[in-house]
């Protein structure tokens, strides 16, 4: 770290000024009461080891002022006394503060004496500013707490024409090269959200911004759990004053922006906390439907349908009533308390990637940030608003499905703030109006916005393609105003077990959904008697939108249609694309990849605990982000999951599991457990897809040697093939993809580079093995789409709509399954058949004039790297 550092200068003459003693200072040293009594009152207060780092960081040559928004002595005792504790920095010196009951009885005598003295002297009260009282203090080594919001700061500098504090610290980094810091600081005591008007309390007792003495009192005491204090981004004077024009302002216009812009930073930091002003449902609604622009598009659609504009405002009401959330604050602390008990009995922990929230937290301060998680659980919207909560932030809006709308539920959802929608807006232009003014009253506003832009939990465990609709609509409101800028914040959520494990086995094998009921919420209660591991939340960098029409060139108020929806399809995938990045490899899917992909029905421990290893090695290769438990004991933690798997009985075991486990160990995978295996081995197949398609364009080659440019076309067209399944990254090139596989493989011992010739290849001895063991990821999805290809052949098929057809695919497999034409019962999937059907559709296979030939190739593709992959 770059620090500033000089030789100190000879002490400054003693004047008469400076032999004050001053009641705006508390010694370091107190009486010892005194601070114990100040550490019971403080001990509730949190100060996170996080924002210790943020102060920690900093030059510790530096000089350290603390800023707060209103004058507290409260906050200067506090600092006074935490920082002390914590061996950090802590403030002895309160610009505007004025001191007298925790002073030391001695130094309280001395600023009486000395105070009398310098009256009879000079007939004035002294002042520690205008004597360069404060400016020695820091510059011997002291720290200052300093409001930015009282009534004596302004009176000295408007009024009395005297120095501002702000422009003594500015004089004084002038005159300095150690580097002044001002560390704005937040103290909270409710997160509760600002209410649009003040209560009676508020009256009474101050507000929760700026709360009085018995209302802090009453935070500290009765609810500590919401007690806390957090550091904005502190400011370095000596870099602030280098800002290109700075130099050409006055003093005083230096002092006054400064204080503006730490005013803001301060304001903005609590907004982040406890998000913006909270209006009453009723208030949101009138401001919607009374909207120029809603009020505008009701007249004209009154007049389109021949409709009575009463009638028309009467159903937009409905409307407003059917999508509006109800956000509560008193909802909010239930769910935290319910959720609370709730996750300590489900999982084991909620590993949540603290760097990555702290990043989001600080884009937040900028625009509305736009949460855009997976979906693999019902469960993903209460732990993502649970571990905002947790970490000092405002619980977003959620967009959820109307389904999830029924009594009771729908008050408790709406009351944790989800808003709910249509499946489809197809005809119905009203409520696509409604919804659309509703999304851009939330923005205006200020808050946060979930929406899962996969449209429904994916029942495979990979990630399924986007569905831009919402992400279009936020995008339009932008544009048409409703705030500068969005922030999108891809979002991954990872789960050891999911609780709707059978529902999602039921449906995949062509079962139908069981629509969400009041019974069902009855029916949940028997998964609290399980345990499901661990969950893990990764925050990818947010997208700021305006930085991604920068990058693209694009104008964004002059976007026509076609140009809107292919930003949106592409902003779209790039998020997926980012989820997949942020994205963990957890030991349940590492461990379900290597048994389904093992080459024998039976195997023994050791066998699969090499091939265990070469996917491991692998993701180190890849630099893949992993779970905890397999960063810490990968041996054990393996064991542990295989001992799960045979105590849930996908796996049997000859001898007893659950000790200690033999490398002869012999276990047998039941033919059908290995659907429910194929969820947990999706989880991780992104970072082992394109392994595997480079892996069987090796193979295909059928050397032992081989070149880079030979594999370039089979990677391309099994790459165009799995389209509908993965979301490849769009902006990387097929030979960069190649290349970093390549690599890969060969630190994972499966190739070497030739000695002499370059760009060329050569397979190690054990390398074909692995080579297998990687290509075999994509023969679950090469046989669903052999199946939906011989079930295109009846006559019947170009007559079937795209429901019909998966039907006929699903009944094709089991009989193609029985007569052993395809091995894997996990290839029977609706969900892999619906995207083969689209896939083929697009392709041509039913065109009356190349149909046949389109079919003709791709089942022989398909067939031929089946058998490659076998070889």
Known sequence: MLTFRRKRKSKTPVTDAMRVHYSNYIPERGGAISDLLRRFIFRNIVLSDTEKEKITQLD???????????????????????????????????????IYAWQPIGHLLHILGSHIRYFFRHFSVPDPVESGHFKNQLLNGKTAILPLIGRDAFYRSFVKSKTDPIACLLELQADTDRPLYIIPEVMVFSMKPKKSGLSFFDILFGTRERPGKIRRLAGIFKRNKESF???????????????????????????????????????RHRQTITGPV????????????????????????????DTPLQDVH?????????????????????????????????????????????????????????????HKSHLDYLILSYVFKKHNMPCP???????????????????????????????????????????????????????????????????????????????????QGACEDLQFVPVYFGYDRVLEEDAYLHEVEGGAKESENLSQLF???????????????????????????????????????????????????????????????????????????????????EQIREDIRLYTAHLDAMDVWVADSLGENRERSFQSVLDSYVRRKFLECGSDC?????????????????????????NCIIHFISAAMTALAIKEVNRFQFQAGELLETYDFLADLFDPEFAFNRTATTEFMVRKDLKAFIDTNTIVPHASSPDTYEITPDGLRKLTLFSRFLKTYLESYLVALTAYESKKAAKLDAKAMVKKCQSRGKKMFKVNEIELPEALSDITFKNAVRLFKEKGILDESSGEATHSFYKHSIQHYLEVMEK
Not at 236 to 247: H, I, Q, R, V
Not at 658 to 682: A, C, I, M, S
């Open 60 to 98: 510790d040559n530096g000089i350290f002022v603390y800023a707060s928004k209103y004058r507290s002595h409260f906050s200067f005792l506090y600092f006074h006394t935490r920082l002390k504790q914590m061996g950090l920095p802590f403030p002895t010196i309160g610009f505007d503060c004025t």
């Open 229 to 267: 204090v957090e550091f904005c981004d502190p400011v370095c004077l000596k870099t602030w004053l280098a800002a290109p024009g700075m130099e050409e302002k006055s003093l005083g216009e230096q002092a006054l922006l400064l204080r503006r812009e730490l005013i803001e930073q301060l304001n």
């Open 278 to 305: 909270l209006k009453s449902r009723q208030e949101i609604r009138e401001s919607i439907l009374t909207g120029k622009s809603l009020k505008n598009f009701m007249v004209e659609h009154a007049e389109e349908t």
């Open 314 to 374: 009467k159903k937009a009401d409905t409307y407003v009533d059917e999508i509006a959330a109800n956000y509560s604050a008193r909802w909010i602390r239930i769910f935290e308390v319910v959720l609370d008990r709730l996750f300590k009995s489900l999982f084991e922990g909620i590993v949540t990637d603290k760097k990555g929230i702290a990043r989001v937290k600080i884009r937040s301060k900028q625009s509305p940030l736009i949460l855009v998680p997976c």
């Open 397 to 479: 809006h959620i967009a959820a499905g109307r389904n999830l709308s029924f009594w009771p539920l729908g008050i408790v959802l709406r009351g944790g703030g989800a808003f709910f929608m249509r499946r489809t807006f197809k005809g119905a232009k009203l409520y696509s109006r409604v919804f659309f003014e509703y999304m851009s009253k939330l923005l205006s506003e200020g808050f946060n916005v979930e929406l899962f832009i996969e449209g429904t939990r994916s029942r495979t465990g990979k990630l399924l393609s986007p569905k831009v609709g919402l992400l279009s609509m936020l995008i339009d409101a932008c544009r």
């Open 523 to 605: 029916k949940a209660r028997r998964f609290l008697k399980r345990r499901y591991g661990k969950v893990y939340v990764n925050f990818h960098e947010p997208i700021s939108l305006s930085d991604v029409i920068k990058e693209q060139g694009l104008d964004f108020k002059t976007m026509d249609k076609d140009q809107h929806n292919e930003f949106c399809n592409d902003l779209g995938y790039r998020i997926i694309n980012s989820i997949n990045d942020v994205s963990i490899a957890t030991p349940y899917g590492v461990v379900a990849s290597a048994v389904l992909n093992s080459m024998k029905k039976r195997f023994t421990f």
């Open 658 to 682: 659950k000790g200690h486990l033999d490398p002869g160990t012999v276990f047998n995978l039941p033919e059908g457990q290995r659907p429910v295996l194929d969820y947990y081995k999706n």
